[in-house]
Nanobody, 125 residues
């Protein structure tokens, strides 16, 4: 069983930054691929970023490349999402998720078997 708890969301002006954190339980955290997703009202859940179990180079969705940075600390069972140059289109509920089946990153949200409750990010213009 894996439990994920996100934090760090909030209201920020366009051009600002936020850092999301996700605390994970589970002794085998270091073997999971982890992902960040977001969902805005009326839209499908969107892949934001993912990182493999081996803390390799993260991969990013096209809409956040160059602005967001994902990292993980296996010693602390934590993953992070540093979000810079935020714009109103980034407004969404952000989720972290664990894919315990494979160690490499997959973009399809349906393959992730554990999800946090989400943290709201709102960017004002």
């Amino acid at each position: 069983q894996v439990q994920l708890v996100e934090s760090g969301g909030g209201l920020v002006q366009a051009g600002g930054s936020l850092r999301l954190s996700c605390a994970a339980s589970g002794r085998t955290f270091s073997t999971y691929a982890m992902g960040w997703f977001r969902q805005a009202p009326g839209k499908e859940r969107e892949f934001v970023a993912g990182i493999s179990w081996s803390v390799g180079k993260p991969i990013y969705g096209d809409s956040v490349k160059g602005r967001f940075t994902m990292s993980r600390d296996n010693g602390k069972n934590m993953v992070y999402l540093q979000m810079n140059s935020l714009n109103p289109e980034d407004t969404a509920l952000y989720y972290c998720a664990a894919d315990t089946a494979l160690g490499h990153v997959r973009r399809n949200p349906s393959v992730y078997d554990y999800w946090g409750q989400g943290t709201q990010v709102t960017v004002s213009s």
